[in-house]
């Protein structure tokens, strides 16, 4: 099993910027894809942002020149930066964790979430 801890979360005021950590409980360079994603009240949970293991990352249109995923192995911890804040960003945020068991089968992890509000 794998245990994933987001922090980082809170209120700013539009514009504003917030750093997010996920601390993984297992080397993350083991771990295939690690992502960002948010769930606003009334919405679909969505795919923010990814990075796998070889260190290629992808983002949603939303999020890009805004938000940076990135992470570091040495302390098994994926951080995502938030800039420019917008109401809309407002939402729960969850760390994932992708694990390829074989050929054919992955394993999820997720976070608890950990909420950021964006206020006008």
């Known amino acids: 099993q794998v245990q994933l801890v987001e922090s980082g979360g809170g209120l700013v005021q539009t514009g504003g910027s917030l750093r997010l950590s996920c601390a993984a409980s297992i080397n993350i360079l083991a771990i295939n894809a690690m992502d960002w994603y948010r769930q606003a009240p009334g919405r679909q949970r969505e795919l923010v942002a990814g990075i796998t293991s070889g260190g290629s990352t992808t983002y949603a249109d939303s999020a890009k020149g805004r938000f940076t995923i990135s992470r570091d192995s040495a302390k098994n911890m994926v951080y995502l930066q938030m800039n420019s804040l917008k109401p809309e960003d407002t939402a729960v945020y969850y760390c994932?964790?992708?694990?390829?068991?074989?050929?054919?089968?992955?394993?999820?992890?997720w976070g608890q979430g950990t909420q950021v509000t964006a206020s006008s």
């Open positions: 994932h964790a992708r694990i390829e068991v074989g050929d054919d089968a992955d394993s999820d992890y």
